[in-house]
């Protein structure tokens, strides 16, 4: 009898075992399936974080050119021998962009978030970091480029009339949305001179200055994403 009871209690420990053994390997498969899903999207969201870093240098750089264009011509105006000829002040003019905005790519941040794989990234800084970006960073960069959209129109339409400019575009030349080339213009001297002018430019250097300090602060985070999403994986 006791012999009986203790096969009994052996086949039935040795069939437990082999169920628990089963779910535990199932869940360390599961979890191994779940962990290579995740790095594959950390893999593809530090190759899109770095399309989007040559958006924001090239992005940055056009400021940069677009300032300079602005204090050439803010610089001639407040020297009473005008020194610039007018082909290059209109020249100037066609060629500086501040309405350009950063468009960040989310898809792959998105499809983290739906399919569970963001929690399951270990490092809290990358978590931190993400968040930050296509959260506040994101929305932030929304706001100012809207404000900076409607001040563009702004900017182009006054001067273009005023100065009566005529211009052809490539749109295969130039980093995103093609170059223009003048073509023929009618120089409103009194304009060049106003105050209305003078301001009007110095709200675009405003606007210049702002953003691209805006998307340097944006650049810095992007590139520390970059190097935390190979910690990620290694």
């Not at 093609?178 to 304009?191: A, C, P, V």
Request: proline share 1%; glycine share 4%.
């Amino acid at each position: 009898m006791k012999k009986t009871i203790w096969n009994h209690f052996i086949q039935g420990f040795v069939i437990f075992s082999s169920v628990l053994l089963s779910l535990y390997l199932g869940n360390l498969n599961n979890n191994s399936t779940e962990t290579s899903k995740k790095n594959n999207y950390i893999k593809d969201l530090s190759l899109s974080l770095q399309e989007d870093i040559s958006q924001l240098q090239s992005l940055i750089n056009i400021l940069n050119v677009s300032e300079n264009l602005i204090v050439e011509i803010q610089n001639d105006l407040d020297n009473v021998n005008f020194n610039l000829n007018e082909d290059k002040i209109i020249n100037n003019l066609l060629n500086i962009e501040v309405g350009f905005s950063f468009f960040p790519q989310d898809g792959v941040y998105n499809q983290m978030i739906s399919t569970g794989s963001f929690e399951l990234i270990t490092n809290e800084d990358l978590k931190k970091n993400l968040l930050e970006m296509y959260n506040h960073q994101m929305a932030r960069n929304y706001a100012t480029s809207l404000e900076i959209d409607n001040f563009n129109l702004t900017f182009r339409a006054v001067p273009y009339d005023q100065f009566r400019i005529r211009f052809d575009y490539n749109l295969l030349d130039g980093d995103f949305y093609g170059k223009r080339k003048l073509t023929s213009y009618n120089f409103n001297d009194s304009y060049y001179k106003s105050n209305s002018f003078y301001g009007l430019l110095s709200q675009a250097k405003l606007y210049a200055n702002m953003y691209r300090r805006q998307l340097s602060d944006i650049l810095v985070s992007y590139e520390e994403t970059v190097l935390l999403c190979r910690q990620e994986v290694m």
